[in-house]
């Protein structure tokens, strides 16, 4: 009997290489997602923080520094706070458009692994088929030569 060969094993190969890429440009997403969420967190410290120093120049007015230069000051880091969301949130969509293509390779590798799996029960039931034979063919030949020795 000829050894089990699976004809697509080169495109279940290049299916399962795209499924790798597609889960490592997951993980880079999900990275760059973290990352930008610290950058949210870290921003909006920063607000929180020149709130606080407002409110103390606010109490103590500090002749060195106007007011009008923190309100500029926390002006500036709620606007950068706003581009870190913005940020964060093409992270997410990212985030979401790789996930989906991981679940499409997944299904293309699934699909591959599928038919590799009905191809080798189909070739492994020929296989006990062809074994099967072979001991019916031995068994009819013993039978046949034990028969024809006890024949006078």
Known sequence: MRPFRFRARAALQLRQRQHDEALAALARAQTD??????????????????DERFRAALTSPD?????????????RLATD???CEAECRAREADVSEATAHVAS????????????DNALASWRQELAHEE???????????????????DP
């Not at 002749?63 to 002006?75: E, T, Y």
């Open 132 to 150: 099967q034979k072979t001991m019916d063919s031995l068994a009819t030949l013993r039978f046949t030569n034990g028969a024809r020795r006890l």
């Open 63 to 75: 002749a060195g520094v106007p007011l009008d230069w923190h309100r500029s000051w926390r002006a």
């Open 81 to 83: 706070r706003q581009r």
């Open 105 to 116: 390779t997944r299904q293309r590798v699934r699909s591959l692994e599928r038919l590799h």
């Open 33 to 50: 997602l973290a990352r930008a969420v610290r950058r949210v967190e870290d921003a909006a410290k920063a607000v929180n923080e020149a």
